[in-house]
Each structure stands twice: as C-alpha cells, then as structure tokens.
C-alpha cells in the first residue's frame, strides 16, 4: 500500500466537499475551490490511487431506514482473538461497521436489526463468537452528526 500522501490546503478543502456529497461533478468542485476542473480531476485521481480516498459509498439517512434498531456491541476479545471475531462479524450482514478501538473494549461493531428482538438475537450471536469475552451494547436513539 503507498505512503499515505501529503494533503495541502486544496486537498483538504476538496475531501470536505465529497463528504457532503461525493456525486458532486468535477466542474462543481471546480467552482467551489476555484481552480480548474482539470486540475481536480488531477487530484481526485491522485488521491485516488495513493489511497486517500478509498472509494466512494452511500449513506442511507435515518430516516430512511427509520424502522430498524441500530447499535453499538462493544466487545471484549480474548488474547490474540481480534483476527477472527473481525473475520466472523464481517460474515454477518447487520454489522454496519466494525472498529477496533482502545480502552476498555477491543471492537465496537455498529449494528442495524428489524426489530428489538431481532437486535436482542443477533447482540447473543456476538456474543456466542469464539473469541468473545463479553459484549456490551447501547441502542442508538439518533444520530446528530454525520460526516
């Protein structure tokens, strides 16, 4: 994997716009900065490949996905054991994301359920995973900031 670059002004400026939208076109990014839309392409293709920015995704709002119960399952790995509980959470397709983090949890695994029930089954077949200590769990009651 290549040397994360070097990120100047322009650069940055140009990730905080495709955070806020990443289907904004060149020519707009153009505008906005104040450079040529050449120019952005240049960057948007030189990020691209020294791996600061690693692709381009949806983000579904809250209230688009309104009915399901989301979570966070903070969890507890046994020695040596981060490997293969990541392996298996990537396996099951309601972990949204998973975190490895310091502190008193290894991974915090970022959940979605249909329901509370389901949530209920799921958080248990974390918490089943060979390797898993202990899990902790907090619902989301909703999100205030997303980047």
């Known amino acids: 994997m290549p040397a994360p670059p070097l990120l100047d002004d322009t650069d940055r400026a140009l990730l905080a716009l495709l955070r806020e939208n990443a289907r904004l076109p060149a020519a707009d990014l153009a505008r906005r900065l104040g450079i040529a839309r050449t120019t952005v392409q240049s960057r948007l293709q030189r990020l691209e490949r020294a791996g600061a920015i690693a692709g381009y995704t949806v983000v579904v709002p809250d209230e688009a996905e309104a009915a399901l119960v989301r979570a966070h399952v903070m969890v507890i790995a046994g020695p040596k054991q981060g490997a293969g509980i990541t392996a298996a959470l990537r396996r099951i397709p309601e972990v949204?994301?998973?975190?490895?983090?310091?502190?008193?949890?290894?991974l915090i695994a970022v959940v979605a359920a249909a329901s509370i029930g389901e949530l209920?089954?799921?958080?248990?077949?974390?918490?089943?995973?060979?390797?898993?200590?202990?899990?902790?769990?907090?619902?989301?009651?909703s999100t205030r900031i997303q980047r």
């Not at 949204?96 to 290894?106: A, N």
């Not at 799921?122 to 989301?140: K, M, W």
Request: glycine content about 10%; overall charge negative.
């Open 96 to 106: 949204r994301t998973l975190l490895s983090v310091s502190g008193p949890y290894d």
């Open 120 to 141: 209920d089954a799921l958080i248990d077949r974390i918490g089943a995973l060979e390797g898993v200590e202990r899990t902790t769990s907090a619902i989301v009651l």
